[in-house]
């Protein structure tokens, strides 16, 4: 039981793609529709086999429509409440299992106003309310899952075959003996921190603050906290040596020994490194064209 928990706990951990293209959405919302239309059609639930040809053909474009109109808006909202939350980044299987199922709540309560206006249902019977709820889950919830799963899946073995094909490019870059040094400040100028490049393996933003993740004398991964933005930083870094791989995270290129991918996108495995850095979706192109130089 408990093996059966932690593995249901780590596949809604696995990291999902998150669409980002209006376009996009709306084309997977039409999808949604579309197959939302057939079922109403074909199988007739909600007691529509009641209802003549013409009527079931109006609610059932109605609910379709209900349909299309709440997968787009709960994308819309989400960019707009959480401004600050960057999906593409942290998207995982259980945020999409969560909008799922609070699109499918507002779906069925849209559909519970569209049956109360064509007289299918009687307002204010709990059981009827039940019934739609439930009707509406089973509708909804089985495509939606297998189209979750399915994606899941297909990005997942995409982005595993491209990041092979990435490392294989990478080429074991020749130590650079004698380097000169470089030099960390705070957001006062003063250096704090005097590293050669080579053992510097990533930086990354903390609010106003960077983490230089770096390697010690004894190849030992270690982490100091500077008080300066990484724009700044990144002006105090050798020319072409570290790559902007993310908005919050510099790599430097020349230690880069891996490419892995998951169902989002990329992640760089460095020579040391006691974590993986990620690759933002809008940068992936740019860093593995530079990649495939190094």
């Not at 709990?126 to 189209?147: D, E, G, H, R, Y």
């Not at 990478?170 to 957001?187: F, N, R």
Request: net charge positive.
């Amino acid at each position: 039981m408990s093996n059966g928990w932690a593995q249901l706990k780590q596949y809604l951990s696995r990291p999902h793609y998150w669409e980002d293209r209006p376009w996009a959405i709306f084309r997977q919302a039409l999808g949604f529709g579309a197959i939302t239309f057939a079922v109403l059609w074909f199988f007739e639930p909600f007691g529509f086999y009641q209802l003549s040809s013409a009527a079931l053909l109006m609610v059932s474009l109605e609910i379709s429509a209900a349909v299309i109109f709440f997968i787009c808006l709960n994308w819309w909202l989400l960019s707009r409440l959480f401004p600050n939350f960057e999906p593409a980044d942290q998207w995982m299987v259980k945020h999409e299992l969560i909008l799922t199922l609070c699109t499918i709540l507002l779906i069925a309560i849209a559909v519970g106003g569209i049956l109360h206006v064509h007289d299918i249902i009687v307002p204010g019977s709990l059981s009827q309310a039940v019934k739609v709820l439930l009707n509406t889950a089973l509708i909804a919830l089985i495509p939606i899952l297998i189209f979750v799963a399915r994606d899941q899946n297909r990005l997942l073995k995409r982005h595993l075959k491209q990041a092979e094909q990435y490392t294989r490019q990478l080429q074991q870059p020749a130590a650079t003996p004698g380097e000169a040094l470089v030099s960390l400040p705070d957001e006062n100028g003063k250096p704090v921190l005097q590293l050669p490049a080579e053992r510097i393996l990533f930086l990354q933003a903390a609010g106003n603050y960077a983490e230089v993740h770096f390697l010690d004398e004894t190849r030992q991964p270690r982490r100091e906290l500077l008080r300066n933005r990484l724009k700044v930083l990144q002006e105090t870094l050798p020319e072409g040596h570290f790559i902007q791989c993310h908005r919050s995270y510099l790599a430097n290129r020349q230690l880069i020994r891996q490419v892995k991918g998951n169902a989002r996108n990329y992640e760089l495995v460095l020579e040391g490194a006691n974590q993986t850095v990620p690759v933002a979706r809008s940068k992936a192109a740019s860093v593995m064209a530079i990649i495939g130089k190094t």
